[in-house]
């Protein structure tokens, strides 16, 4: 498990959800969506009045570009399931935070309940979800500006730490997901319990293949579904409802994948 996995999983376990995030990431994200910002509540339901989204939102509210900006959350505040929490949620217009990575899927669901617009921060393995990932099939879902490579840095009681985190949101930006950087052909062995084939890197994935690939979840960095059809994850789709196998052998968790060709 890589040190940052660790870091995260150590955290989890022992219910440390004290990942801060820096302004400057905050902006250089947020920025993107100030028009759909303007004029509008901002509830950041899992930050308290010195979190960086406050002040990043605070300073926006200044300039008159959004109407107000609440706050609920983190130490000592409320927690985003109470039910003076959940009736500003229902008053606010856009929810922007960073929610206790171990609370994700209940924290998730209230947003999708509330059918408000949001930007979130959470943990990239929370794509395989059983709340997050059929979303992003029904394309009701979808990640940010900033790319996922690298991760993302956070202030911790330890110092900064690197997390594998990623943004997710409902709000169209505007911006494009890269294109998949398609490199050489590679042997592509077949599952023994689906009808695909795998590749280990999404930059092996064959240009002129029509069939179904199993693909590690980076792939979703370049995922567009205007240019690929995501078919499910691998225990919605082998034959025997287990993760993939290959001769026998186990393989990381795998998304299928068809790459859709103009007519």
Request: with cysteine; net charge positive; aromatic share 16%.
């Amino acid at each position: 498990m890589p040190r940052t996995y660790r870091k995260l999983h150590r955290a989890r376990a022992a219910r440390n959800d004290e990942f801060y995030t820096r302004y400057e990431d905050v902006k250089k994200e947020c920025d993107n969506y100030l028009s759909h910002f303007f004029n509008k509540t901002i509830y950041c339901n899992c930050d308290t009045s010195d979190s960086a989204f406050v002040h990043y939102f605070l300073e926006l509210k200044y300039r008159g570009l959004v109407r107000d900006v609440w706050h609920s959350g983190g130490l000592g505040g409320l927690d985003f399931r109470n039910p003076d929490a959940l009736r500003m949620l229902e008053q606010a217009d856009v929810v922007v935070t960073n929610p206790p990575f171990s609370l994700f899927i209940p924290f998730m669901d209230i947003l999708f309940t509330s059918g408000k617009q949001f930007l979130v921060l959470g943990n990239r393995s929370a794509v395989v979800y059983k709340n997050i990932f059929p979303k992003i099939v029904a394309n009701e879902l979808w990640f940010g500006v900033r790319r996922w490579t690298g991760g993302m840095e956070f202030i911790t009681e330890n110092g900064i730490c690197g997390v594998p985190a990623i943004w997710f949101t409902n709000i169209k930006h505007g911006v494009a997901p890269p294109e998949l950087p398609f490199s050489k052909y590679v042997e592509m062995p077949k599952y023994d319990n689906a009808d695909a084939v795998n590749i280990n890197k999404s930059a092996h994935f064959p240009p002129d293949y029509s069939g179904v690939v199993g693909v590690p979840i980076t792939f979703l960095e370049w995922y567009n579904p205007t240019k690929f059809q995501l078919l499910g994850r691998d225990k919605d789709f082998t034959y025997d409802g287990d993760i993939c196998r290959i001769n026998g052998a186990p393989v990381y968790i795998r998304l299928f994948v068809r790459r859709l060709f103009k007519n």
